[in-house]
């Protein structure tokens, strides 16, 4: 897995990028060229000028396509950009709690 950090101390800005199994690399950026790696590194949305696993541009692989260059049946094909999705369930810790008491119903009830 891939971990890119954002460094700063007194006098400089750096970006890391770790990778296991190798030694970090630091090295000075700016903000906005520490911006422009995780664009291209990040890969979770397509970007202007960037080929990603999101880009129309990227070449196909060979899950990308059925047999004989044949594209795959609808159920396959991605959702383009800004489709609606299904809403999640809320789960059980999001739920509205029971309002309590205050404490003078609560020191009433005590005696």
Same mark, same amino acid.
């Given at each position: 897995?891939?971990?890119?950090?954002?460094?700063?101390? $007194?006098?400089?800005? =750096?970006?890391?990028?770790?990778?296991?199994?190798?030694?970090?690399?630091?090295?000075? *950026?700016?903000? &906005?060229? &520490?911006?422009?790696?995780?664009?291209? =590194?990040?890969?979770?949305? @397509? =970007?202007?000028?960037?080929?990603?696993?999101?880009?129309?541009?990227?070449?196909?692989?060979?899950?990308?396509?059925? $047999? @004989?260059?044949?594209?795959?049946? !609808?159920? &396959?094909?991605?959702?383009? $950009?800004?489709?609606?999705?299904?809403?999640?369930? *809320?789960? !059980?810790?999001? /739920?509205?709690? /029971?309002?309590?008491?205050?404490? !003078?119903? &609560?020191?009433? @009830? $005590? /005696?």
């Amino acid at each position: 897995m891939l971990v890119i950090r954002r460094m700063v101390d $007194r006098h400089r800005s =750096y970006t890391g990028i770790f990778l296991p199994g190798e030694p970090p690399r630091i090295f000075p *950026t700016t903000d &906005h060229e &520490h911006g422009r790696i995780l664009q291209i =590194y990040k890969q979770d949305k @397509a =970007y202007e000028g960037v080929i990603n696993d999101f880009s129309d541009d990227s070449v196909p692989s060979s899950s990308d396509q059925g $047999r @004989a260059g044949t594209p795959l049946p !609808a159920e &396959h094909t991605p959702s383009p $950009r800004g489709a609606e999705r299904s809403p999640r369930p *809320t789960p !059980a810790s999001a /739920q509205p709690r /029971q309002q309590h008491k205050p404490r !003078a119903q &609560h020191r009433k @009830a $005590r /005696q």
